[in-house]
């Protein structure tokens, strides 16, 4: 059973940092991607950022320049690293992991307010 566990979010006003941790039961080397999504209040779930097993990441274009996502493997933990934070940022993230299946952590409330 894998376990992705989020950590990180909370209320930071806009142009604030915040960093989501995602903890995996287990090694994260037997995923071939891992990431986070976001989804705001009433809208669908949308990609932030993947990184794959060999490190390569991807963004989407409207956190491209203020977000960075990272690997711990020998802590088993990917990281969302979110600088100059707006209002439009706020949702609840979740961490992806895939290999066979998709794996979701349950998710981390960030809200960029003032």
């Known amino acids: 059973q894998v376990q992705l566990v989020e950590s990180g979010g909370g209320l930071v006003q806009p142009g604030g940092s915040l960093r989501l941790s995602c903890a995996a039961s287990g090694s994260i080397l037997r995923f071939n991607v891992m990431g986070w999504y976001r989804q705001a209040p009433e809208k669908q779930r949308d990609l932030v950022a993947t990184i794959i097993s060999g490190g390569g990441a991807r963004y989407a274009d409207s956190v491209k320049g203020r977000f960075t996502i990272s690997r711990d493997n020998a802590k088993n933990t990917v990281y969302l690293q979110m600088n100059s934070l707006k209002p439009e940022d706020t949702a609840v993230y979740y961490c992806?992991?895939?290999?066979?299946?998709?794996?979701w952590g349950q998710g981390t409330q960030v809200t960029v307010s003032s």
């Open positions: 992806y992991a895939a290999h066979t299946q998709p794996y």
